[in-house]
């Protein structure tokens, strides 16, 4: 035991002496959050956005002034025609124009019905088809209000709720995802890096001829790793909940426990990964192409499984952090207990028992 | 107690043969020596016999367990040191050592008897990096780590390579001490020098062990006479001696040619002088010498 012991501290002072290693065990996992949770987000902000009001009366001052209301639009100015909107576009200024005909108020009145143009920069489908969509809301809330004061005879009014993330907030989707990566990532290329030093500096050799069991060497190795990242589990969680105001509903110690199942799988394919290759640079490569990639894909937080062809959506069932991300978002996010997410559970399981096999089998306990 | 029976390691799926059907003995005690240059098989068979690696034919034992199915009691009884400096870079002096000797379930306490004429000359670097000594320092800590658990037998790979004269002499003069403490030591070099330090030696050569004995009964085995040739224009010296009837073998060593002839009749040498002066060579030296190990490695080399 007093062995294992003195094995587990010296694998401490390598991580601590090696600023590289240091760096990219902390560093990391605060970039990736920072980077997810405010740069790359798929939520849109503040979009610039033109009206060209040739009406100038009370019903589309009205409007634009809720569209200026809005959060997700920043009104740029108020242009005087159909020239300038153009010229707006191409200098890439404005994301979107609104424009009023003239006797917009009167039509709507007289006629029932009245006309606004709007024009999207559709250069990003995805955004400007958002941006309309919101614009439509907008203009449905309008004549919302305006229905209410004059009374028709029926109407469907929907009411809708956002559940689980009444803000629509992407954090909420992403940062589970982050966990995911950052979980697989750090404990793959950690263990299988750190094994293959070994081997690359000659210690292993010195350590097999030793009467230290060759299993304990890969357990000792693998006891600082686990233990950071619970502690980079640990920052990133404090960080989404009080930076990005994330709730967190459900119970600490599950979302600990199935953290705990994830490493041990990423710890054993990072074994996996030492085992059959002898410098670090192959190791670090499998690592990050191996893994980075299939997380990214496969886990959902990026790019949704269910629109994905059928053989991809197979593929993804093979990646363990897909597995996690659901369990995370369903104890996070929902608040919801073991009972939800046994099957998913298992299925972990099952892959960390599958790989802590295999690699303990194919363990060399000799040189070649 | 060392014993190797035809012990024979292939790579490469058997192209590359490393050792060849290999056989010797190391007695309980001996300051035992693997001569030979690089690639000859001399790690292999320390890989082997410190089982980390696996033999493709034969049988080899250490102290009676047998490298393939007794590997776990072996590692337990003996001190290695591989020919790569293979200590931790990033941990200081006195971290390796405790490492290690708590690794055999020991304590540097224990057994600092053994270790401290060594460990006293690198004891005031304890807390310096073992990255940052120097070749012959790092050669020092690798021998205390590797004797700390007070083995039965070491095995020292190369120990001396890349390290400066002086302090290879010192490590000589270390390995017998610890023979005086009745530890069986097995030792590799590529240095012919250090052949002589040595109780007993194996020359070997491409996997084949060519001689086994002492020193002295190799150099005495030397098959005949041998000559060292000096003359103020060596390299035309060489080229001449090569062309001449009499002269059966020459080559450069040091500051001298050595040569043998092809007959030993006490003609031989005055009828060489003369004919290399006719060559144009001046304060020509040609005398008989007793050969070096290195010569009886070229000898049986070209065998």
């Given amino acids: ?368 | 107690m060392v014993t190797l029976e035809n012990i024979s390691k292939t790579y490469n799926e058997g192209a590359l043969t490393a050792v060849d059907k290999v056989s010797f003995e190391v007695k309980k005690g001996e300051l035992f020596g693997l001569i030979g240059p690089d690639g000859a098989g001399k790690t292999s068979i320390f890989r082997m016999l410190t089982t980390v690696l696996l033999p493709d034919g034969g049988n080899a034992s250490v102290n009676g367990l047998d490298v393939v199915t007794g590997y776990k009691e072996i590692r337990k009884q003996v001190g290695y040191m591989p020919g790569k400096f293979s200590l931790y870079q990033d941990l200081t002096v006195e971290e390796n050592l405790n490492f290690f000797a708590t690794l055999f379930n020991t304590t540097v306490k224990e057994n600092y008897d053994l270790i401290k004429e060594i460990y006293v000359q690198i004891e005031p670097f304890k807390t310096r990096k073992a990255g940052k000594l120097s070749g012959g320092m790092k050669q020092k800590l690798a021998l205390c780590c590797a004797l700390i658990h007070r083995p039965t037998v070491l095995f020292l790979d190369e120990p001396t390579t890349g390290v400066d004269t002086v302090s290879r002499k010192e490590f000589w003069d270390m390995l017998k001490r610890l023979k005086v403490q009745g530890i069986t030591i097995l030792v590799s070099t590529p240095y012919m020098d250090e052949a002589t330090l040595c109780e007993r030696i194996a020359l070997i050569q491409s996997g084949k062990i060519m001689s086994i004995d002492t020193p002295a009964a190799i150099i005495k085995a030397y098959p005949e006479p041998l000559f060292a040739v000096k003359s103020e224009k060596m390299s035309v010296l060489l080229q001449d001696l090569r062309k001449q009837e009499s002269v059966k073998s020459c080559f450069a060593f040091g500051e001298y040619h050595h040569l043998t002839f092809q007959e030993n009749s006490p003609e031989v040498q005055p009828s060489l002088r003369k004919n290399l002066e006719k060559l144009g060579h001046a304060a020509i030296e040609l005398k008989e010498i007793t050969p070096t190990i290195e010569d009886c490695f070229i000898q049986l080399m070209n065998h």
């Fill in chain 1, 1 to 368: 035991m007093k062995q294992f012991f003195t094995f587990v501290r010296k694998e401490f002072y390598h991580v601590f002496r090696d600023r590289k290693t240091l760096l990219m065990l902390f560093g990391l996992p605060i970039a990736q959050i920072l980077l997810f949770g405010f740069a790359l987000t798929n939520e849109i902000k503040d979009s610039k956005i033109v009206v060209v009001d040739y009406a100038n009366d009370p019903a589309s001052r009205e409007i634009t002034q809720k569209l200026a209301a809005s959060d997700q639009f920043e009104l740029q100015s108020s242009l005087m025609s159909h020239r300038e909107i153009e010229a707006a576009f191409r200098k890439g200024v404005v994301n979107l124009a609104v424009v009023f005909p003239a006797n917009f108020n009167s039509d709507l009145l007289a006629q029932n019905s009245a006309q606004i143009q709007v024009i999207a920069d559709a250069s990003d489908p995805n955004k400007a088809n958002t941006l309309t969509n919101y614009v439509n809301n907008i203009l449905r809330d309008y004549q919302q209000e305006r229905v209410n004061e004059t009374q028709l005879p029926y109407q469907i009014q929907p009411e809708i709720r956002m559940l689980y993330n009444p803000e629509l907030k992407g954090a909420t989707n992403f940062v589970p995802g982050v966990m995911a990566l950052v979980l697989v990532l750090i404990c793959v290329l950690m263990t299988s890096i750190s094994i293959v030093r070994e081997k690359e500096n000659g210690t292993m050799e010195v350590l097999l001829v030793s009467p230290f069991n060759p299993f304990l060497v890969i357990i000792s190795k693998a006891v600082p790793y686990f233990v950071l990242s619970l502690f980079n589990l640990t920052v990133i969680l404090l960080m989404s909940i009080f930076f990005m105001g994330l709730p967190f509903e459900g119970s600490l110690l599950l979302f600990y426990a199935e953290s705990s199942l994830l490493i041990i799988a990423a710890l054993s394919l990072g074994l996996l990964i030492s085992n059959s290759t002898d410098s670090q640079q192959t190791a670090m490569l499998i690592a990050l192409m191996g893994m980075m990639i299939p997380t990214m894909l496969f886990t959902g937080f990026m790019f949704p499984i269910e629109n994905m062809p059928m053989p991809l959506r197979i593929i993804s069932n093979v990646v363990p952090s897909k597995w996690y991300y659901i369990i995370v978002k369903s104890i996070m996010i929902k608040g919801l207990g073991f009972s939800a997410i046994w099957k998913e559970t298992l299925i972990l399981v099952g892959m960390t028992a599958f790989f802590l096999f295999v690699s303990f089998k194919k363990f060399k306990i000799r040189l070649a």
